[in-house]
């Protein structure tokens, strides 16, 4: 299986043009999906718990924008996780073969948690970073693979206007427009409203 590069592009100076929402968005697909592959199973994957483990669908841009940078202007990244079931019991190759292929993407990796109880349950957990800000963390049980995306920070004014409006579209208490009371009128004295009175 052939695992798709993701180069790593010059870090932001300042002055540098922001990412808009949308490249953000498929800066992190795209890191999601090369990291998906990376693992040599690209079926079965999900969204965690809060998605409610619907299938890993990057067209959703279920995503969060949590603040990152500093400045005077607010900067966000777009951030999500994707789980699988555990490959194995042992969570240590597929935690070996990630931390190999973000080595070779230019990340530095930090294995953060390599942990196992007494009972032979084990736990591993990677943080992987690069010097525009994208980050990858994993963490692998003996019964889950989970691998957290986020994309480099922006302060874009873009992404603002993207987290309103997909608030508003998503929001089941969002008022719903009603005509004005001349509008009304008009629609009542063309007999629109014949049909209700009728009951």
């Known amino acids: 299986m052939s695992i798709p590069a993701v180069s790593d592009p010059a870090p932001q100076r300042p002055g540098t043009p922001q990412k808009t929402i949308g490249e953000l968005l498929t800066q992190w697909a795209d890191h999601t999906d090369a990291a998906i ?10 969204r965690g718990p809060i998605q409610n483990g619907r299938p890993w669908d990057p067209a959703v841009e279920e995503v969060s924008l949590p603040p990152c940078g500093t400045g005077p202007n607010a900067a966000h990244r777009v951030s999500n996780q994707v789980t699988h079931d555990a490959f194995e019991d042992d969570p240590h190759p597929i935690a070996d073969k990630l931390t190999a292929y973000w080595e070779r993407e230019g990340f530095t990796v930090l294995r953060t948690v390599d942990w196992k109880s007494p009972s032979g349950a084990m736990d591993v957990s990677i943080r992987a970073t690069r010097s525009d800000g994208v980050f990858y963390g994993l963490g692998v049980t003996s ?14 004014p873009s992404i603002q206007s993207w987290a309103r409006d997909k608030s508003l579209r998503n929001n089941p208490y969002a008022p719903t427009p009603s005509p004005s009371p001349a509008a009304k009128a008009d629609a009542t004295a063309d007999g629109a409203d014949d049909w209700f009175w009728g009951f």
Do not use: H, M, P
């Open 37 to 46: 592959a990376a693992t040599g199973d690209t079926e079965g994957w999900f």
């Open 143 to 156: 019964e889950i693979v989970a691998i957290d995306v986020s994309s480099e920070c922006s302060t874009d």
